[in-house]
């Protein structure tokens, strides 16, 4: 059933004491929430900690539209909570054109032939991971696979120390989603940043050294403007694909086996006809996007009835933009089978994920090789869930159980 769309006056923000922070809940309170936000305004006026506004944009037009409009809403930060130049991720915080001159040293192992290529690789791992607790009945779909699945094959792709996978899984859990409440004095996240400076530090000097066919050894070799990065300029770009490479898959994955989980008809559609899945995988990408990225306002507008500042922070929810009505009949359920998709859950523009194939070769393995073995399953009610938001939504803790 289609929701009823609130149709105001383009003018009309509503204000909202907003903290865009990691927060524990379950998966639809974050859904929910931006449907009724979405449905009482199309812009949000509210502050975090910093000096300036932040405006929440929730009708699938205008992030689409942000999302490809740098000159006016600028990648120099993209993360709303923190002030300009707080930090430089490389090539996610870098505008056109010094963008384009980083971000097509990732294209070719990136492209589709590079990313079929590693198909048998994706594929047998996979199919280990779920091997190993499948007589078991049960397991944390989060802590057993998602989270392992795709980061040992980024990490294999990076050169990373994968005998480390668990070590650097942690660490990524707890730069990006660790609440301010359980670490007031940043102590933890600085340990964690520590950590994988001195890992990265050390993979780049052994490179350095040693080349390989990875992709560290790559950017190494690679020239910007006739000249070699710089080493900071290489650890700001191997972070950046160190967190997105071990957190956005896994967050995806959870969301998609809570689903399927909870709506027992899907998932005996995808078991009864698995050329389904990689349409499934495309509407459960639009329903439960997970990422929130900001921009930075370039100059003083009045954006769509929007009056915005130079400075000004916004907010670009994806899952809010991919869940309204006004773009997506019956936008805010799941049709298995929806045909027509043309979501923004990797971005648009000239920021849009570099690693959208592999990311959607990853998932859809994951649902083939999963149902092929494991197709009736379900929340264990007796262990708690444990959802995470912010930047990157997804689950801390999904535990399931099946009939062996």
């Not at 996978?165 to 964690?192: F, I, N, Y």
């Not at 160190?242 to 896994?250: P, S």
Request: with cysteine; charged share 25%; net charge negative.
């Amino acid at each position: 059933m289609t929701r009823p769309v609130a149709r105001q006056a383009v003018d009309r923000i509503v204000e909202w004491d907003f903290d865009h922070s990691t927060d524990e809940g379950l998966l639809e309170r974050m859904w929910h929430r931006w449907d009724e936000l979405r449905d009482q305004s199309r812009f949000i006026k509210t502050t975090v900690a910093g000096p300036d506004d932040v405006w929440v944009m929730t009708r699938f037009e205008d992030v689409h539209a942000a999302l490809r409009d740098h000159e006016l809403f600028s990648n120099v930060s993209v993360t709303v909570e923190n002030e300009v130049g707080a930090h430089r991720f490389i090539p996610e915080e870098l505008d056109p054109p010094e963008h384009g001159k980083y971000r097509q040293l990732l294209t070719p192992w990136f492209a589709p032939a590079a990313v079929d290529a590693m198909e048998a690789r994706v594929r047998s791992w996979c199919v280990e991971l779920i091997e190993r607790f499948a007589a078991d009945g049960r397991c944390d779909v989060a802590t057993d696979f998602a989270r392992l699945f795709p980061t040992t094959i980024f990490m294999e792709m990076m050169g990373l120390p994968v005998e480390r996978s668990a070590e650097m899984v942690r660490w990524a859990e707890t730069m990006m989603h660790t609440r301010a409440a359980d670490d007031p004095d940043g102590t933890l996240r600085q340990e964690a940043v520590a950590g994988v400076m001195e890992i990265l530090g050390g993979l780049l000097a052994e490179r350095r050294a040693e080349p390989r066919d990875d992709l560290i050894s790559a950017l190494i070799a690679a020239e910007i403007d006739g000249q070699p990065m710089d080493e900071l300029d290489l650890l700001q770009m191997s972070i950046l694909l160190y967190m997105a490479g071990l957190d956005t898959v896994a967050g995806e994955l959870s969301a998609f086996f809570h689903h399927l989980a909870t709506h027992p008809a899907d998932r005996r559609r995808i078991v009864a006809d698995p050329a389904v899945i990689p349409v499934a995988v495309e509407e459960l990408l639009r329903a439960y996007s997970i990422v929130s990225t900001g921009r930075v306002v370039t100059r003083d507008v009045d954006w769509r009835g929007c009056p915005m500042r130079a400075g000004d922070r916004v907010l670009l929810p994806t899952g809010a933009a991919n869940r309204d009505p006004l773009a997506f009949p019956d936008a805010t359920e799941v049709a298995i089978d929806r045909a027509r998709n043309r979501h923004v859950a990797f971005g648009a523009g000239p920021h849009r994920c570099a690693g959208s194939n592999l990311a959607r070769m990853e998932l859809a393995i994951a649902l083939e090789e999963w149902h092929a073995r494991i197709p009736d399953y379900r929340l264990d009610t007796a262990e708690p869930l444990r959802f995470h938001s912010g930047g990157v939504a997804g689950f801390s803790r999904l535990p399931l159980v099946w009939e062996t």
